[in-house]
């Protein structure tokens, strides 16, 4: 089975427009480049019954998980209670953590400082060369923090391990309006269950009213879908296949 993944978006100023995310998309991104399937993404409040629920569900369904946001030393920072809650495990303050956070400040540890070292016994610190701050990783979830910086840093040092065949995409531009383009769209769909089509119609003037994408892993079945196509639309309604 292909590797798939949920993103998980945490933080009340996403959901009131205060924020505007940036790491969702930028995962989504990231992920679709490696070649994992991106089954759902979520924008939840930082609420710890709707981060241990989201967080159940994407992990019980997906190879990975991925949440953004809420691991610093404010009230509102609860994602590591809700993954707890979402696993049944207990919170403790994980030593490395607090050696790491003692290191780091070089002066007196105030309680803000342990709250970030508090994460479910279950937790793994991943650890690179590139990283002076490890990931946390509770099962198969995976926790980056909220600032978008040092989302892509963390992400830079672990993409790699994420790595998947890539997708492969064909393109056909026709001249005809999408209602006449869906029976055939159907067709394909029936002889070819294992690709992935997409519709997009346009409304202002250009060459073309509709593209449509068939996407996969194998080029094979790709080429016979878009082989099938483009003889079902007719090569007079073809205005370019890429």
């Known amino acids: 089975m292909e590797p798939s993944a949920a993103v998980v978006v945490i933080g009340n100023e996403i959901l009131s427009s205060k924020v505007e995310d940036v790491n969702g998309p930028f995962l989504l991104r990231e992920l679709r480049e490696l070649g994992v399937y991106v089954r759902v993404v979520h924008v939840i409040p930082d609420e710890v019954h709707s981060i241990a629920r989201t967080v159940k569900e994407c992990a019980e369904s ?8 809420g691991v610093g030393p404010t009230l509102d920072d609860v994602t590591f209670q809700g993954i707890a809650a979402a696993f049944g495990s207990a919170l403790h303050e994980h030593p490395e953590l607090v050696q790491i956070i003692r290191d780091h400040v070089s002066g007196q540890m105030e309680p803000g400082h342990l709250q970030m070292a508090r994460v479910p016994e279950e937790t793994e610190l991943v650890r690179t060369e590139e990283l002076s701050w490890p990931a946390a990783k509770v099962r198969n979830v995976y926790v980056l923090p909220g600032s978008p910086e040092l989302v892509q840093k963390k992400w830079a040092a672990l993409r790699d391990e994420f790595r998947a065949a890539p997708f492969i995409v064909h393109r056909v531009f026709t001249t005809l309006d999408e209602v ?27 060459d073309h009213s509709v593209q449509v994408t068939l996407e996969g892993k194998s080029a094979e079945r790709i080429q016979a879908a878009c082989d099938a196509l483009v003889e079902r639309l007719g090569p007079e309604a073809i205005v370019r296949i890429g």
């Open 180 to 206: 006449f383009v869906a029976p055939h769209l159907d067709a394909i769909h029936v002889a070819f269950p294992d690709i992935d089509i997409g519709s997009y119609p346009l409304w202002t003037p250009t």
């Open 62 to 69: 997906c190879t990975w998980v991925f949440t953004c946001g």
